[in-house]
């Protein structure tokens, strides 16, 4: 079985500020797939990044950056100088390589940025 | 528009009626997705193809629920004798091959009344 936790249901942060999204993930698998999705307002899932359980390097896109860290099995998300654009709700989501590749996704973390 | 399209996008429906929806994915992505969310959840995944073939369902894919990809490119979702806790966005994806990022579509809203 497989589990991902988003323990923050709801965050806001004035506009500018940093904001880290957690997410814990469970797999009894040794080869698995990470990844995180935004949800706007307007509803299709918009797909951010994956990782494979192989590569712990973290990674940096522009404003977002990404920490895997499997000693803990997280996968932290963290927004540098939030925009108004980045209010969403975000989802992580893991797949096993048993896991005939469905997603098993996480509640959300609802991220509201404040101007 | 190479997206991942849904039709239709919201549908009302009594309890009991039968509805149909259909999901066309990336052209050359070979696996489609079907998920269910509801209001304050993550997509739950129902069942996922690759061509034509039908691979996995949920056991939350009732008998009331069937899944179709007959040439391997569209796909239709149909709910027979729907009921109130049918209600919910039914989400389609796409993706090129296994384990790859999926594409999501989206979504039909369904409400049962």
């Known amino acids: 079985a497989q589990k991902v936790t988003q323990a923050q249901t709801e965050i806001s942060v004035v506009e500018k500020e940093d904001v880290t999204l957690d997410c814990v993930y469970e797999?009894?698998?040794?080869?698995?797939?990470l990844f995180w999705y935004k949800q706007p307002p307007s509803g299709e899932l918009v797909f951010l990044i994956r990782?494979?359980?192989?590569?712990?390097q973290n990674e940096i896109s522009g404003r977002y950056s990404w920490n895997f860290q499997k000693s803990t099995s997280s996968f932290n998300f963290t927004i540098t100088a939030s925009q108004v654009v980045d209010s969403a709700v975000y989802f992580c989501?893991?797949?096993?390589?048993?896991?005939?590749?469905?997603?098993?996704f996480g509640t959300g973390t609802r991220l509201t940025i404040i101007p | 528009d190479t997206g991942v399209s849904q039709d239709p996008r919201h549908k009302i429906t009594k309890r009991g009626q039968n509805v149909t929806f259909r999901c066309d994915p990336i052209?050359?992505?070979?696996?489609l997705y079907w998920y269910r969310q509801t209001l304050g959840q993550g997509p739950e995944f129902l069942t996922y193809?690759?061509?034509?073939?039908?691979?996995?369902k949920s056991r939350l894919l009732s008998d009331r629920f069937s899944a179709e990809r007959p040439k391997g490119s569209f796909s239709t979702l149909e709910i027979q004798r729907t009921e109130q806790g049918d209600s919910a966005m039914y989400l389609c994806?796409?993706?090129?091959?296994?384990?790859?990022?999926?594409?999501f579509g989206p979504g039909t809203r369904l409400t049962v009344t």
């Open positions: 994806a796409s993706s090129p091959a296994g384990w790859n990022e999926q594409y």
């Open positions: 797999t009894r698998d040794t080869t698995y797939y």
């Open positions: 990782r494979n359980s192989f590569d712990e």
């Open positions: 989501a893991l797949t096993t390589f048993f896991g005939n590749e469905k997603l098993t």
């Open positions: 052209s050359e992505h070979n696996r």
């Open positions: 193809f690759q061509n034509e073939a039908q691979l996995e």
